[in-house]
């Protein structure tokens, strides 16, 4: 079965610092990969996702994320973290369910940023 | 328009009460998902809706009922619910079924007393 885990469920970073999340998932197969970001009850927004192609892939924001399939890893990294940064952090993985396809997503880290 | 609007965004009711949630887009989307999501948890899927037609649920139980009556419209259907159903109910919409680029709502918690 496919599954995303998000080892870091707390990380705090200084503002101006650099940021790396991590993510790791299971599937059989070449997957689709996402990340999210969720302020304080508000929806998901689509940061960055990879397809295929080019492994080092580039979202708004300022983010990217790296796939690297040795690892089954799909990191998600900022040189420079801005307090507007703080929010909780979700990867996701495209799984394949019968009918359709479906969305799984990691538990989630909570990024703090100090001043 | 690139949205996808949710409404009420905040909804408190007694079990005993019947109420609707309503998820409208108008990005010519042809699936709409419903997800649920706890405080401090993921996003849990509940419904997908394809052209319209129910595609997947994920074992919900029947006091949630979905419902699409069109190509924009999304509307989940609230009935003797428990208090542990409280939680902030996401619409999402895509192209299509098979493409990842969901689009979500912002969401309506929902406090059941």
């Known amino acids: 079965a496919q599954s995303v885990t998000q080892p870091d469920i707390h990380i705090t970073v200084s503002e101006g610092a650099s940021l790396e999340l991590r993510c790791n998932y299971s599937?059989?197969?070449?997957?689709?990969l996402f990340w999210y970001v969720q302020s304080p009850g508000q929806g998901l927004q689509l940061l960055l996702k990879y397809f295929s192609g080019d492994t080092l892939v580039q979202g708004i924001k300022g983010f990217e994320a790296e796939f690297k399939r040795s690892q089954s890893s799909f990191n998600l990294r900022k040189p420079s973290v801005h307090w507007s940064d703080a929010a909780e952090y979700f990867c996701a993985v495209g799984a394949s369910g019968g009918a359709t396809n479906k969305l799984i997503f990691g538990t989630g880290t909570l990024l703090a940023v100090q001043p | 328009d690139t949205e996808v609007t949710q409404t009420p965004k905040h909804l408190v009711m007694g079990m005993t009460n019947k109420k609707s949630l309503k998820c409208e887009q108008h990005?010519?989307?042809?699936?709409m998902y419903w997800y649920k999501q706890k405080a401090k948890k993921p996003p849990e899927l509940m419904f997908v809706y394809s052209y319209e037609k129910l595609s997947i649920n994920e074992s919900v139980p029947s006091r949630f009922s979905p419902e699409c009556p069109n190509s924009s419209l999304l509307n989940l259907h609230l009935h003797a619910l428990q208090p542990e159903d409280s939680a902030l109910y996401l619409c999402?919409?895509?192209?299509?079924?098979?493409?990842?680029?969901?689009?979500f709502g912002s969401g309506t918690r929902l406090t059941v007393v």
């Open positions: 599937y059989g197969a070449t997957p689709y």
């Open positions: 999402a919409s895509s192209q299509e079924i098979d493409n990842y680029g969901y689009t």
């Open positions: 990005m010519g989307h042809r699936a």
